[in-house]
């Protein structure tokens, strides 16, 4: 069950947007067991006849819940998202959840995890906040929101992006009743146990975009070398980052995250540059750099994200620190090179070091380790209930996906009964954001059936 706490209408140009809390139990299993509160925007389009519709039909329309990726990222303002208006005009209200812990929806901190007591408590707590619990949460807040509506309307659309699609999966898996149809973009989930083979098979991809990288860029074989040699000189963890985080080799790897997304190679090479030229016209870092490098590795604001993605994985498993155990496989990404060898950088993976290297990871190391070594990880998704499912799935998989394996993606995409898939190899993870047209497209065109 859920109640909503408070609501309060705003305007946005053509936007009619709607500020929503809700109360939702902390465990569903357990009602009695107390309640955190959840936030929402709900949006549609802004009645600007003379004489407004009040009907309440024109209240009615179908819902389409956006569930965002991550783990852990809120939600932006509707006016935000280039694709809202895309929807609202096809005749749908829109809702945009900041999933639990994120956002105005109880968020977790290193300040506000530490408030629910000792490390086994604080462990506990973030359990509740894979996508079990937050399809759970979109239940009780989709019938509260239609609570007085006929049963014919009462389901909802739902909208992946990348988690958001894990979450959509496990949606499909133990609660399709409340489904009308399901849009997944590069979040088709593995439906696997364990990381390992997840990290096994991304490791692969983010080679292939560090080759990408140095190919477009091969003068940043030696500039990524000379900040290399400078930190090291210097000593990993002696140059302090305006987040009060320590810059180390290792940390600078990170801004390979952005190597998966549309335009990721050049901003890249931006910060080489700029972190190449400091060292080399002054001996340093400048403030600047060491912000833009900052910026570019913010784990901190994503404290979920750093603790719960492996675990996002798991089922009767214990991650145990996937992706540092499985990097040894790959001598690609040694350190120490020859001078004509390139330094590879690294993708998403989190790895236990970031709880030493990054201010506000540290305050939560303990509680990390106690979560990476845990095996009582409850089923995120019910292969038997994807074989039979009978709600609408239109997905967009990615072939160069870094973040999301293509070929386990389409391994459950044949699993679930039904699921249509539009596939490119010209597009990346945030096609989405970056190509939203053409996903679009696509994607209702597989639900409108005009594919021969």
Same mark, same amino acid.
Not at 129 to 157: F, M, N, Y
Not at 339 to 360: A, R, V
């Given at each position: 069950?859920?109640?909503?706490?408070?609501?309060?209408?705003?305007?946005?140009?053509?936007?009619?947007?709607?500020?929503?809390?809700?109360? #939702?139990?902390?465990?569903?299993?357990?009602?009695?067991?107390?309640?955190?509160?959840?936030?929402?925007?709900?949006?549609?389009?802004?009645?600007?006849?003379?004489?407004?519709?009040?009907?309440?039909?024109?209240?009615?329309?179908?819902?389409?819940?956006?569930?965002?990726?991550?783990?852990?990222?809120?939600?932006?303002?509707?006016?935000?998202?280039?694709?809202?208006?895309?929807?609202?005009?096809?005749?749908?209200?829109?809702?945009?959840?900041?999933?639990?812990?994120?956002?105005?929806?109880?968020?977790?901190?290193?300040? @506000?995890?530490?408030?629910?007591?000792?490390?086994?408590?604080?462990?506990?707590?973030?359990?509740?906040?894979?996508?079990?619990?937050?399809?759970? $949460?979109?239940?009780?807040?989709? *019938?509260?929101?239609?609570?007085?509506?006929?049963?014919?309307?009462?389901?909802?659309?739902?909208?992946?992006?990348?988690?958001?699609?894990?979450?959509?999966?496990?949606?499909?898996?133990?609660?399709?009743?409340?489904?009308?149809?399901?849009?997944?973009?590069?979040?088709? *989930?593995?439906?696997?146990?364990?990381?390992?083979?997840?990290?096994?098979?991304?490791?692969?991809? #983010?080679?292939?975009?560090?080759?990408?990288?140095?190919?477009?860029?091969?003068?940043?074989?030696?500039?990524?070398?000379?900040?290399?040699?400078?930190?090291?000189? &210097?000593?990993?963890?002696?140059?302090?980052?305006?987040?009060?985080?320590?810059?180390?080799?290792?940390?600078?790897?990170?801004?390979?995250?952005?190597?998966?997304?549309?335009?990721?190679?050049?901003?890249?090479?931006?910060?080489?540059?700029?972190?190449?030229? $400091?060292?080399?016209?002054?001996?340093?870092?400048?403030?600047? @750099?060491?912000?833009?490098?900052?910026?570019?590795?913010?784990?901190?604001?994503?404290?979920?994200?750093?603790?719960?993605?492996?675990?996002?994985?798991?089922?009767?498993?214990?991650?145990?620190?996937?992706?540092?155990?499985?990097?040894?496989?790959?001598?690609? &990404?040694?350190?120490?090179?020859? $001078?004509?060898?390139?330094?590879? =950088?690294?993708?998403?993976?989190?790895?236990?070091?970031? =709880?030493?290297?990054?201010?506000?990871?540290?305050?939560?190391?303990?509680?990390?380790?106690?979560?990476?070594?845990?095996?009582?990880?409850?089923?995120?998704?019910?292969?038997? *209930?994807?074989?039979?499912?009978?709600?609408?799935?239109?997905?967009?998989?990615?072939?160069?996906?870094?973040?999301?394996?293509? $070929?386990?993606?389409?391994?459950?995409?044949?699993?679930?009964?039904?699921?249509?898939?539009?596939?490119?190899?010209?597009?990346?993870?945030?096609?989405?954001?970056?190509?939203?047209?053409?996903?679009?497209? *696509?994607?209702?065109?597989?639900?409108?059936?005009?594919?021969?």
């Amino acid at each position: 069950m859920s109640s909503v706490a408070a609501a309060k209408i705003v305007s946005q140009r053509k936007l009619s947007i709607t500020e929503h809390f809700f109360d #939702v139990p902390k465990y569903h299993s357990k009602p009695e067991g107390g309640t955190i509160r959840v936030f929402a925007r709900s949006v549609k389009k802004r009645d600007t006849a003379i004489v407004p519709d009040s009907s309440k039909d024109k209240e009615k329309l179908p819902w389409m819940c956006y569930l965002q990726g991550g783990p852990g990222l809120p939600c932006r303002a509707p006016q935000h998202y280039n694709f809202t208006q895309t929807i609202l005009d096809r005749g749908y209200q829109l809702l945009y959840l900041d999933q639990r812990g994120t956002g105005l929806s109880t968020p977790l901190t290193a300040s @506000t995890l530490g408030m629910r007591g000792n490390t086994d408590v604080q462990a506990r707590h973030l359990k509740l906040h894979r996508a079990d619990s937050i399809v759970k $949460d979109c239940e009780a807040i989709r *019938q509260a929101l239609t609570a007085d509506w006929p049963e014919e309307k009462k389901k909802w659309s739902i909208i992946g992006q990348s988690f958001g699609g894990f979450c959509s999966i496990t949606y499909l898996s133990f609660h399709p009743e409340g489904l009308r149809e399901s849009f997944i973009f590069g979040g088709l *989930q593995p439906l696997v146990k364990s990381p390992d083979e997840v990290y096994r098979r991304l490791y692969r991809k #983010v080679i292939q975009r560090n080759e990408a990288y140095y190919a477009k860029f091969p003068e940043d074989v030696a500039r990524v070398k000379i900040i290399m040699n400078y930190l090291s000189r &210097f000593g990993d963890g002696k140059i302090k980052l305006p987040s009060e985080g320590t810059l180390t080799r290792r940390r600078f790897r990170q801004i390979g995250i952005n190597l998966g997304f549309h335009g990721g190679l050049d901003m890249v090479h931006d910060i080489v540059l700029r972190a190449a030229c $400091d060292v080399e016209a002054f001996g340093h870092l400048t403030r600047g @750099t060491l912000s833009t490098i900052d910026q570019a590795t913010s784990f901190d604001e994503h404290l979920i994200y750093a603790i719960l993605h492996e675990p996002l994985y798991c089922e009767g498993h214990a991650p145990n620190w996937s992706a540092r155990r499985l990097m040894s496989e790959y001598r690609v &990404f040694d350190l120490e090179k020859a $001078d004509d060898e390139p330094i590879y =950088f690294t993708g998403e993976m989190i790895y236990p070091w970031m =709880f030493e290297d990054y201010s506000e990871l540290r305050k939560v190391q303990d509680t990390a380790n106690r979560i990476s070594s845990d095996s009582d990880w409850p089923a995120l998704w019910d292969e038997d *209930q994807l074989a039979s499912n009978e709600v609408p799935v239109y997905a967009a998989s990615y072939v160069e996906d870094m973040y999301v394996d293509y $070929d386990l993606g389409m391994e459950t995409a044949r699993k679930i009964k039904g699921c249509k898939v539009f596939s490119t190899n010209v597009m990346f993870h945030d096609g989405m954001r970056s190509k939203m047209d053409e996903v679009f497209k *696509q994607a209702f065109a597989l639900r409108d059936d005009v594919v021969d």
